[in-house]
């Protein structure tokens, strides 16, 4: 069984769409978070979710809005794509911050 | 990545070792990490050093903690061809739940 699974894993829209990615882990770990790698293969934390609730949010623009249903979810929804958005996102949940577990990755290209 | 700090590109001959550096500001971080990403692929976690360790070994992967000059390395022993990949530094901090990257290196192996 996957782990840390994300939906979908390759993602191509337009300028000026709404998407959203979704993530999801069967570990029964209570944090998740989102990071971005960009196109120059940096990685940085984004959001985090300890039980449902925000506890990380960095400098993201207000067009990114994470949303965790319940401990097991959760998803990023982006609205009014940018190409800068174009980035690989990764999930990733932790029982301990110190050991998170990362999910494949989903590649979003805006054209 | 500007807390951690990584050179970008590194190309050894198949056999031989590889050193990847990384060189890191802020003292507090509890654990620092080693991770691998190969081509379109996820995070995949090579290693780790507690920051109360000098070194660790793990098979073919030497970790090396230089604390006074925040200095940390990789070393593989008997590069592969396999071993081609991003090599990523990653620490996290005391009180933080976020995990911190470095730029990435890119190690190529040539046969």
């Known amino acids: 069984d996957t782990a840390v699974s994300q939906t979908p894993k390759y993602l191509v829209t337009q300028m000026g769409n709404d998407k959203s990615i979704k993530c999801e882990q069967n570990l029964g770990h209570d944090t998740m978070y989102w990071y971005k790698q960009d196109s120059k293969k940096f990685l940085k934390i984004m959001f985090s979710y300890n039980n449902k609730e925000l506890i990380i949010n960095e400098t993201v623009p207000n067009r990114f809005s994470p949303k965790s249903p319940d401990k097991a979810h959760l998803n990023l929804h982006i609205n009014s794509l940018e190409l800068g958005d174009s980035a690989v996102y990764f999930c990733?949940?932790?029982?301990?911050?110190?050991?998170?577990?990362f999910g494949p990755g989903t590649r979003l290209t805006v054209t | 990545g500007e807390d951690v700090e990584q050179s970008l590109f590194l190309s050894v001959r198949e056999g031989d070792s590889s050193v990847i550096n990384c060189t890191y500001t802020?003292?507090?971080?509890?654990?620092l990490y080693w991770y691998k990403q190969e081509p379109g692929a996820g995070l995949q976690l090579l290693t780790y050093i507690f920051s109360n360790m000098d070194m660790k070994q793990d098979q073919r992967l030497t970790v090396l903690l230089n604390k006074k000059d925040k200095h940390l390395s990789l070393r593989i022993a008997d590069t592969q061809t396999g071993d081609s990949a991003i090599y990523f530094c990653a620490e996290i901090l005391t009180g933080r739940r976020a995990l911190t990257f470095g730029s990435g290196t890119r190690l190529q192996v040539q046969p």
């Open positions: 990733a949940s932790s029982q301990d911050p110190a050991w998170q577990y």
């Open positions: 802020d003292s507090s971080s509890t654990y």
